[in-house]
């Protein structure tokens, strides 16, 4: 039998892991199930995810507004 190493996959992290079904994704709200998701951040023990990698981007780099 192969040696498994304690590297575990995020998949396996994430259904391990006592997340609810649906999150928030924090830059457009939508609900999106973890499960899904393909695009997340890991902030410390958080896990923040994203309906697409857009908003990923969105969320790490504010599109800026011009104050006028
Ligand atoms: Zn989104």
Redesign the pocket.
Known sequence: MAHRTNVVSVKERVEASDSPREVT?P??G?K?NPRDSKNMLFRGDDVIY???R??EMNFLNPPKKKAS
């Open positions: 994704d830059a457009c939508r999106i994203f309906c697409s857009e908003c």
